[in-house]
Protein backbone atom coordinates (compact mmCIF):
# COMPACT_ATOMS: atom_id res chain seq x y z
CA UNK A 1 0.00 0.00 0.00
CA UNK A 2 2.68 2.57 0.79
CA UNK A 3 5.89 2.79 2.66
CA UNK A 4 7.82 3.90 5.56
CA UNK A 5 7.99 3.83 9.42
CA UNK A 6 5.29 2.42 11.25
CA UNK A 7 5.60 3.26 15.12
CA UNK A 8 4.65 -0.21 17.15
CA UNK A 9 4.79 -0.11 21.05
CA UNK A 10 7.35 2.96 21.50
CA UNK A 11 9.46 1.92 17.93
CA UNK A 12 9.56 2.99 14.91
CA UNK A 13 9.69 0.10 12.25
CA UNK A 14 9.81 -0.77 8.94
CA UNK A 15 5.89 -0.90 7.27
CA UNK A 16 6.48 -4.51 6.38
CA UNK A 17 7.67 -5.27 9.50
CA UNK A 18 4.77 -4.08 11.55
CA UNK A 19 3.09 -7.63 11.77
CA UNK A 20 1.12 -9.17 14.21
CA UNK A 21 0.24 -12.97 15.23
CA UNK A 22 -3.05 -14.58 13.57
CA UNK A 23 -3.98 -15.64 17.48
CA UNK A 24 -4.03 -11.78 17.96
CA UNK A 25 -7.48 -11.07 20.43
CA UNK A 26 -8.20 -8.15 18.70
CA UNK A 27 -8.41 -9.56 15.32
CA UNK A 28 -10.84 -12.41 16.99
CA UNK A 29 -13.06 -10.59 18.86
CA UNK A 30 -12.76 -6.97 17.67
CA UNK A 31 -11.08 -5.24 20.87
CA UNK A 32 -9.92 -2.64 19.71
CA UNK A 33 -9.68 1.29 19.29
CA UNK A 34 -8.31 3.67 17.09
CA UNK A 35 -8.23 7.26 15.59
CA UNK A 36 -7.65 9.00 12.40
CA UNK A 37 -6.27 12.21 12.43
CA UNK A 38 -4.98 14.46 9.20
CA UNK A 39 -1.36 16.43 9.05
CA UNK A 40 -2.10 19.58 6.69
CA UNK A 41 0.59 21.58 5.37
CA UNK A 42 -0.15 24.83 6.66
CA UNK A 43 1.23 28.38 5.90
CA UNK A 44 3.51 27.68 8.83
CA UNK A 45 4.62 24.33 8.17
CA UNK A 46 3.28 20.90 8.80
CA UNK A 47 0.58 20.59 12.06
CA UNK A 48 -1.44 17.98 13.19
CA UNK A 49 -5.37 19.07 13.88
CA UNK A 50 -6.57 19.02 16.72
CA UNK A 51 -4.32 16.55 17.89
CA UNK A 52 -5.19 16.67 21.66
CA UNK A 53 -8.84 15.78 20.83
CA UNK A 54 -8.05 12.71 18.67
CA UNK A 55 -5.73 11.37 21.62
CA UNK A 56 -8.35 12.39 24.64
CA UNK A 57 -11.31 10.28 21.97
CA UNK A 58 -8.61 7.34 22.17
CA UNK A 59 -8.00 7.64 25.74
CA UNK A 60 -11.39 7.29 26.63
CA UNK A 61 -12.56 4.80 23.88
CA UNK A 62 -9.52 2.48 25.55
CA UNK A 63 -11.14 3.55 28.72
CA UNK A 64 -14.55 2.19 28.00
CA UNK A 65 -12.78 -0.88 27.05
CA UNK A 66 -10.60 -1.65 30.23
CA UNK A 67 -7.42 -1.33 28.40
CA UNK A 68 -4.32 -0.01 29.67
CA UNK A 69 -2.33 1.93 27.07
CA UNK A 70 1.19 1.92 28.96
CA UNK A 71 1.19 5.54 27.70
CA UNK A 72 0.14 9.29 29.03
CA UNK A 73 -1.83 11.58 26.81
CA UNK A 74 1.46 13.47 26.41
CA UNK A 75 3.31 10.08 24.98
CA UNK A 76 0.87 9.30 22.58
CA UNK A 77 0.60 12.87 21.19
CA UNK A 78 4.58 12.91 21.00
CA UNK A 79 4.10 9.61 19.38
CA UNK A 80 2.35 10.82 16.71
CA UNK A 81 4.26 14.07 15.77
CA UNK A 82 7.35 11.39 16.08
CA UNK A 83 5.67 9.15 13.63
CA UNK A 84 4.67 12.27 10.89
CA UNK A 85 8.35 13.24 10.91
CA UNK A 86 10.11 9.74 10.61
CA UNK A 87 7.90 9.46 6.79
CA UNK A 88 8.97 12.82 6.07
CA UNK A 89 5.65 13.71 4.65
CA UNK A 90 4.10 17.17 4.24
CA UNK A 91 0.38 15.86 4.48
CA UNK A 92 -0.91 12.75 5.61
CA UNK A 93 -3.49 10.87 7.27
CA UNK A 94 -2.73 9.36 10.67
CA UNK A 95 -4.29 5.71 11.94
CA UNK A 96 -3.00 5.13 15.73
CA UNK A 97 -4.87 2.17 17.23
CA UNK A 98 -4.83 0.24 20.17
CA UNK A 99 -5.82 -3.55 20.88
CA UNK A 100 -5.71 -6.32 23.00
CA UNK A 101 -2.66 -8.39 21.42
CA UNK A 102 -1.75 -12.26 21.30
CA UNK A 103 -1.96 -14.22 24.50
CA UNK A 104 -5.12 -16.26 25.82
CA UNK A 105 -8.00 -17.35 23.11
CA UNK A 106 -11.18 -16.56 24.83
CA UNK A 107 -13.84 -13.83 24.90
CA UNK A 108 -12.50 -11.77 27.83
CA UNK A 109 -9.74 -9.71 26.96
CA UNK A 110 -8.12 -8.64 29.97
CA UNK A 111 -5.50 -11.38 30.57
CA UNK A 112 -3.70 -10.09 26.71
CA UNK A 113 -1.28 -7.17 26.48
CA UNK A 114 -2.56 -4.26 25.05
CA UNK A 115 -0.21 -2.80 22.07
CA UNK A 116 -0.24 0.63 20.32
CA UNK A 117 0.10 1.19 16.99
CA UNK A 118 0.24 4.62 14.47
CA UNK A 119 0.70 4.39 11.00
CA UNK A 120 0.48 7.29 8.48
CA UNK A 121 -0.08 7.15 4.81
CA UNK A 122 -1.38 10.01 1.78
CA UNK A 123 -5.07 9.75 1.81
CA UNK A 124 -6.07 12.56 -0.19
CA UNK A 125 -9.74 11.81 -1.23
CA UNK A 126 -11.67 9.15 1.08
CA UNK A 127 -14.79 9.38 -0.36
CA UNK A 128 -15.64 10.12 -3.77
CA UNK A 129 -18.50 10.89 -6.03
CA UNK A 130 -19.08 8.92 -8.79
CA UNK A 131 -20.36 11.43 -10.80
CA UNK A 132 -16.86 12.71 -10.60
CA UNK A 133 -14.16 14.79 -8.44
CA UNK A 134 -15.96 18.10 -7.87
CA UNK A 135 -19.43 16.42 -7.42
CA UNK A 136 -21.32 15.24 -4.46
CA UNK A 137 -21.87 12.13 -3.65
CA UNK A 138 -24.44 9.89 -3.93
CA UNK A 139 -25.69 8.27 -0.60
CA UNK A 140 -28.92 5.62 0.18
CA UNK A 141 -30.70 4.57 3.41
CA UNK A 142 -28.68 1.22 4.73
CA UNK A 143 -31.42 -1.77 5.40
CA UNK A 144 -28.54 -1.69 8.76
CA UNK A 145 -29.29 0.43 11.33
CA UNK A 146 -26.91 1.85 13.71
CA UNK A 147 -25.71 -0.15 16.56
CA UNK A 148 -27.56 1.00 19.17
CA UNK A 149 -26.34 2.49 22.36
CA UNK A 150 -27.70 -0.23 24.55
CA UNK A 151 -26.05 -2.83 22.54
CA UNK A 152 -22.49 -1.42 21.60
CA UNK A 153 -20.77 1.99 23.62
CA UNK A 154 -21.27 4.07 20.64
CA UNK A 155 -19.10 6.79 22.12
CA UNK A 156 -15.90 4.55 21.84
CA UNK A 157 -14.35 4.39 18.70
CA UNK A 158 -14.17 0.76 18.56
CA UNK A 159 -13.00 -1.68 15.81
CA UNK A 160 -16.18 -4.23 16.85
CA UNK A 161 -18.38 -0.78 15.30
CA UNK A 162 -17.29 -1.13 12.00
CA UNK A 163 -18.89 -4.36 11.28
CA UNK A 164 -21.93 -2.44 11.17
CA UNK A 165 -20.16 0.16 9.08
CA UNK A 166 -18.59 -2.32 6.59
CA UNK A 167 -22.19 -3.72 5.58
CA UNK A 168 -24.28 -0.18 5.59
CA UNK A 169 -20.98 0.79 3.45
CA UNK A 170 -20.69 -2.47 1.43
CA UNK A 171 -24.18 -2.61 0.69
CA UNK A 172 -24.39 0.97 -0.60
CA UNK A 173 -21.71 0.53 -2.80
CA UNK A 174 -23.04 -2.72 -4.55
CA UNK A 175 -26.17 -0.38 -4.83
CA UNK A 176 -24.90 1.51 -7.04
CA UNK A 177 -24.17 4.44 -4.05
CA UNK A 178 -21.17 6.17 -3.29
CA UNK A 179 -21.98 5.77 0.94
CA UNK A 180 -24.54 4.78 3.40
CA UNK A 181 -26.56 6.74 6.17
CA UNK A 182 -27.61 5.02 9.40
CA UNK A 183 -30.48 5.62 11.22
CA UNK A 184 -31.30 4.18 14.33
CA UNK A 185 -33.71 1.63 16.20
CA UNK A 186 -36.07 4.69 16.43
CA UNK A 187 -35.41 5.44 12.79
CA UNK A 188 -33.83 9.02 13.26
CA UNK A 189 -30.84 9.55 11.17
CA UNK A 190 -27.55 8.82 13.05
CA UNK A 191 -24.74 9.22 10.77
CA UNK A 192 -22.93 7.94 6.98
CA UNK A 193 -20.44 4.71 7.84
CA UNK A 194 -17.47 6.36 8.57
CA UNK A 195 -18.64 10.50 9.06
CA UNK A 196 -21.05 12.79 10.60
CA UNK A 197 -24.24 14.08 8.79
CA UNK A 198 -25.68 17.98 8.66
CA UNK A 199 -28.53 19.23 6.70
CA UNK A 200 -29.40 22.63 5.63
CA UNK A 201 -33.39 23.86 5.90
CA UNK A 202 -34.76 27.30 6.20
CA UNK A 203 -30.75 28.81 6.06
CA UNK A 204 -30.15 26.72 9.54
CA UNK A 205 -27.50 23.99 9.59
CA UNK A 206 -28.74 20.75 11.56
CA UNK A 207 -26.94 17.33 12.29
CA UNK A 208 -27.98 14.63 14.94
CA UNK A 209 -27.01 14.96 18.57
CA UNK A 210 -24.65 12.18 19.83
CA UNK A 211 -27.77 10.70 21.69
CA UNK A 212 -28.58 9.33 18.55
CA UNK A 213 -25.75 6.92 18.42
CA UNK A 214 -23.52 8.91 16.46
CA UNK A 215 -19.70 9.19 17.04
CA UNK A 216 -18.91 12.64 18.03
CA UNK A 217 -16.67 13.61 15.38
CA UNK A 218 -13.90 16.29 15.91
CA UNK A 219 -14.86 17.28 12.52
CA UNK A 220 -18.35 17.77 13.56
CA UNK A 221 -17.53 19.71 16.65
CA UNK A 222 -14.99 22.01 14.59
CA UNK A 223 -17.92 22.84 12.13
CA UNK A 224 -20.28 23.53 14.93
CA UNK A 225 -17.77 25.80 16.65
CA UNK A 226 -16.84 27.96 13.44
CA UNK A 227 -20.83 27.77 12.86
CA UNK A 228 -21.17 29.66 15.88
CA UNK A 229 -18.05 31.98 15.02
CA UNK A 230 -19.87 33.25 12.13
CA UNK A 231 -23.27 33.15 13.07
CA UNK A 232 -24.85 30.65 11.13
CA UNK A 233 -27.47 29.60 13.10
CA UNK A 234 -27.60 25.75 13.87
CA UNK A 235 -29.46 23.09 15.88
CA UNK A 236 -28.31 19.86 17.21
CA UNK A 237 -31.92 17.85 16.78
CA UNK A 238 -33.31 14.53 15.98
CA UNK A 239 -33.55 14.18 12.38
CA UNK A 240 -36.14 12.20 10.47
CA UNK A 241 -35.35 10.10 7.11
CA UNK A 242 -37.86 12.24 5.29
CA UNK A 243 -36.08 15.68 6.18
CA UNK A 244 -33.29 14.43 4.43
CA UNK A 245 -34.71 14.61 1.39
CA UNK A 246 -36.43 18.25 1.34
CA UNK A 247 -33.10 19.99 2.94
CA UNK A 248 -31.84 22.29 0.47
CA UNK A 249 -28.23 20.72 1.24
CA UNK A 250 -26.53 18.10 3.04
CA UNK A 251 -23.15 17.64 3.57
CA UNK A 252 -21.09 15.10 5.79
CA UNK A 253 -17.62 15.16 7.67
CA UNK A 254 -15.14 13.34 9.23
CA UNK A 255 -11.22 13.21 9.21
CA UNK A 256 -10.62 11.02 5.94
CA UNK A 257 -13.89 12.85 4.47
CA UNK A 258 -13.20 16.20 5.52
CA UNK A 259 -16.70 18.47 4.49
CA UNK A 260 -18.37 16.06 1.59
CA UNK A 261 -21.26 17.41 -0.35
CA UNK A 262 -24.22 15.07 -0.60
CA UNK A 263 -25.83 15.22 -4.24
CA UNK A 264 -28.59 12.77 -3.64
CA UNK A 265 -30.15 10.73 -1.06
CA UNK A 266 -32.32 7.31 -2.08
CA UNK A 267 -32.55 8.56 -5.68
CA UNK A 268 -33.85 11.93 -5.02
CA UNK A 269 -31.53 15.33 -5.64
CA UNK A 270 -31.04 17.75 -2.99
CA UNK A 271 -30.99 21.52 -3.49
CA UNK A 272 -30.16 21.37 -7.36
CA UNK A 273 -28.05 18.85 -7.00
CA UNK A 274 -25.09 21.03 -6.50
CA UNK A 275 -22.96 22.12 -3.38
CA UNK A 276 -25.14 24.33 -1.87
CA UNK A 277 -24.18 27.63 -0.39
CA UNK A 278 -23.86 26.98 2.94
CA UNK A 279 -21.81 24.06 2.66
CA UNK A 280 -19.13 25.95 0.15
CA UNK A 281 -19.22 28.72 2.19
CA UNK A 282 -18.34 25.81 5.59
CA UNK A 283 -15.96 24.07 3.22
CA UNK A 284 -14.07 27.37 2.94
CA UNK A 285 -13.70 28.11 6.28
CA UNK A 286 -13.09 24.87 7.77
CA UNK A 287 -10.09 24.84 4.88
CA UNK A 288 -9.02 28.38 5.87
CA UNK A 289 -8.67 26.57 9.62
CA UNK A 290 -7.00 23.35 8.60
CA UNK A 291 -4.35 25.22 6.62
CA UNK A 292 -3.38 27.62 9.18
CA UNK A 293 -5.09 30.60 7.24
CA UNK A 294 -7.89 31.29 10.25
CA UNK A 295 -7.37 33.73 13.11
CA UNK A 296 -9.38 32.23 16.07
CA UNK A 297 -9.29 28.06 15.27
CA UNK A 298 -6.20 27.32 13.76
CA UNK A 299 -3.92 28.53 17.00
CA UNK A 300 -5.91 26.89 18.73
CA UNK A 301 -6.48 23.30 16.87
CA UNK A 302 -2.87 23.00 14.89
CA UNK A 303 -0.25 21.28 16.85
CA UNK A 304 3.24 22.34 14.84
CA UNK A 305 5.99 19.28 13.54
CA UNK A 306 8.73 21.35 14.35
C1 LIG B 1 -18.77 6.35 12.40
C2 LIG B 1 -18.06 7.65 12.27
N1 LIG B 1 -18.75 8.79 12.46
C3 LIG B 1 -18.16 9.99 12.35
C4 LIG B 1 -16.83 10.10 12.04
C5 LIG B 1 -16.19 11.46 11.93
O1 LIG B 1 -15.36 11.70 13.04
P1 LIG B 1 -14.11 12.66 12.96
O2 LIG B 1 -14.60 13.95 12.43
O3 LIG B 1 -13.63 12.75 14.35
O4 LIG B 1 -13.12 12.02 12.06
C6 LIG B 1 -16.07 8.95 11.84
C7 LIG B 1 -14.65 9.02 11.53
O5 LIG B 1 -13.84 8.93 12.41
C8 LIG B 1 -16.70 7.69 11.96
O6 LIG B 1 -16.01 6.56 11.75
Known amino acids: ?28 YATGVFEGLRCYKTVNGSAIFR ?16 MDLGYTKQQLERAVIETVKANGMEECYIRPIAYYGYGKMG ?11 IAAWKWDEYLKSSD ?3 KGVRMMVSSWIRIDNRAMPMRAKATA ?27 TVVEASAENIFLVKDNILVTPPISSGALE ?5 SILAI ?13 SRDEL ?35 KELRLLFDAVVHGRDTKFSKMWLTPIN
Not at 217 to 221: D, E, F
Not at 227 to 239: C, D, F, G, P, T
Not at 255 to 279: F, H, M
Request: net charge negative; no cysteine.
Open 107 to 117: VNPLPNKVSVA
Open 227 to 239: AKENAIEYEVRNI
Open 51 to 66: LSDHIQRLMDSARIYF
Open 1 to 28: MTQGKIWLNGSLVDWDNANIHVLTHGLH
Open 161 to 187: NYANSVLARVEAIKAGFDEAIMLNSAG
Open 217 to 221: GVTRS
Open 132 to 134: GAD
Open 245 to 279: YTATEVFVTGTAAEVKPVAEIDNRTIGDGQTGKRT
